[in-house]
């Protein structure tokens, strides 16, 4: 099913998401300028735009892209203690059915179920006969097959929604499993923002020049990339041992990011340099969303070697910046964007020497020119499927089958 993002249905959407991300702000500010679809987003918490602490990273931040232009939207005030992601009651929006109903949507996109805020919205659109088209990233990858104590309140909650947007393989598996019937399925991947990681802009090829000149690194060093919280879960000590094991020759290992692991990350890199290793491992500070593509140019190889990843979006930005990566096969993308030896290389974290196997066999495979043009080639055809046009194509599609 698809359906051309220039067209669309005469539909009132209400859109209800946890709170303004740089990932989703500028697909919304996508969808205003290309579709004549008629939205608003409900935001159940305003972390993004204001500056608040993030315990994983370890400081306060806000994103310095603007989140909130370009589209409709509105806060609904959050009652909670404790507002966030990491409990059922960290979304208390009191007001949202209110908001709701003073808009008058025709349908209802609702992102997430996890939360009070989520399942008011779900009663409150039942109630007024809104259909819902629900879209999540969840997946069962190394999980066992769920207990039916788990399995039932989910099919009874899912029987309530009209489609499903999938955004990749694992996500689809898991709406099986819960009982979403083909019919009600739509994909609709995981994208970013494509033109903020255009890998020809000059001034992201400047700055990443710029970087390497400071970090001594030569033309010719391959470099390896981790970008992302320094967190146990996302492996990012597996990978420095992998590198350091490896030994390649005219490499470096590049960490941006911040989090609880940076203090024994930097501890363990000092340790190793009374084996000419250390000056090759570089540690550069959180790079907000406007820097990044800087960063992914930096690489030669992007690794994700997390434990669980839902998705992984910036697999997607790396790739879209032309660098292959590796990622564990417990990352949530790897079966649509990550292909073992065509777009990149694909390991099992629970063998201890797999990453460093596949460290070393990628390593090799850029370091020869005909090689490392085919793969990077591959990973620009396979990314080129993953835009905002087939997502816009998949909420649309949905839509217009509402009207149906």
């Not at 491992?281 to 907000?288: D, E, S, T, Y």
């Not at 690794?303 to 979006?313: A, D, I, Q, R």
Request: glycine share 8%; proline share 7%; with cysteine.
């Amino acid at each position: 099913m698809t359906v051309d993002p220039s067209s669309g249905p005469g539909r009132r959407l209400a859109v209800v998401l946890s709170h303004p991300t740089q990932y989703y702000s500028p697909w919304f500010q996508w969808l205003r300028s290309h579709t004549p679809l008629e939205f608003r987003v409900f935001y159940l918490w305003d972390f993004g735009v204001a500056s608040r602490h993030d315990p994983e990273f370890g400081t306060s931040f806000k994103w310095d892209v603007d989140l909130l232009a370009g589209y409709d939207s509105e806060f609904v005030p959050n009652a909670s203690r404790r507002p966030g992601a990491d409990h059922f009651w960290g979304f208390n929006n009191p007001g949202l059915s209110r908001q709701l109903a003073r808009w008058r949507p025709d349908a209802l996109l609702l992102f997430g179920y996890k939360w009070a805020s989520h399942l008011r919205a779900v009663a409150w659109a039942r109630l007024n006969g809104v259909p819902i088209v629900f879209r999540g990233d969840s997946n069962l990858i190394g999980r066992s097959s769920p207990r039916l104590r788990l399995r039932l309140p989910l099919r009874v909650l899912f029987a309530q929604f009209a489609f499903f947007l999938y955004v990749g393989l694992a996500n689809r598996d898991y709406f099986r499993m819960f009982g979403a019937p083909d019919r009600k399925l739509v994909f609709a991947p995981h994208s970013v923002n494509s033109a903020l990681f255009d890998r020809d802009n000059p001034s992201f090829l400047g700055q990443a020049a710029g970087l390497r000149a400071a970090l001594g690194l030569g033309s010719k060093t391959r470099v390896v990339l981790f970008a992302g919280k320094l967190v146990p879960g996302k492996q990012p000590m597996e990978l420095l041992r992998a590198f350091l094991r490896a030994r390649p020759v005219d490499a470096a290992l590049i960490f941006v990011g911040e989090g609880p692991e940076k203090d024994r990350l930097q501890e363990h890199a000092l340790e190793s340099a009374g084996a000419a290793q250390g000056n090759r491992i570089h540690f550069l500070p959180f790079a907000n969303q406007s820097e990044m593509p800087s960063r992914y140019l930096l690489a030669d190889i992007f690794v994700l070697p997390s434990l669980g990843e839902t998705w992984g979006l910036s697999v997607n930005e790396a790739m879209h910046m032309g660098v292959p990566c590796i990622v564990s096969d417990r990352v949530g993308c790897q079966r649509d964007l990550v292909t073992e030896g065509e777009t990149g290389w694909v390991f099992d974290p629970s063998d201890p020497t797999a990453l460093e196997r596949t460290l070393s066999r990628a390593l090799t495979e850029m370091g020869s020119p005909s090689r490392s043009h085919e793969i990077q080639r591959a990973v620009q055809g396979r990314i080129a499927g993953y835009t905002y046009v087939q997502t816009t194509n998949g909420l649309l599609a949905a839509l217009a089958a509402l009207e149906a």
